[in-house]
């Protein structure tokens, strides 16, 4: 099982600008599986960005609601995350990760410790 995150890199988006970020997952049928994107800046604690269950529904951060968008394609096992109005504290290494269930709230489905395998990550600088 696999998960390889892409779309970030040593190039860095200005602030106000988009961009999204692509997990691309072997050995998961992602229609199964609650998905999450993660995000991680140096001395700084994993926090979860959104998330989303196996029937398709979104949660997110406070930090990213109204900006962000989660969205996942099941046929092809490819996670989305189409990040819109970046800010520099949205800088860091976004890692994506699975786990069999979101639970019922979003603190719960944000929270990393319920989440079995991870990305390695891509890392997204803002300018």
């Known amino acids: 099982v696999q998960l390889v995150e892409s779309g970030g890199g040593s190039n860095s988006v200005q602030a106000g600008g988009s961009l999204r970020l692509s997990c691309a997952g072997s050995g998961y049928t992602y229609s199964r599986y609650c998905m ?3 995000r991680q800046a140096p001395g700084k604690e994993r926090e979860g960005v959104a998330v989303i269950d196996s029937d398709g529904l979104a949660k997110y951060a406070d930090s990213v609601k109204g900006r962000f968008t989660i969205s996942k394609d099941s046929a092809k ?3 989305y995350l189409q990040m819109d109005s970046l800010k520099a504290e949205d800088a860091g290494t976004y890692i994506c990760a699975t786990t069999g269930s979101c639970g019922v709230t979003t603190d719960q489905a944000l929270g990393a410790g319920r989440y079995w ?3 390695r990550g891509t890392q997204v600088t803002v300018s």
């Open 77 to 79: 096992n490819i996670l």
């Open 117 to 119: 395998d991870w990305g």
């Open 36 to 38: 999450g994107w993660f």
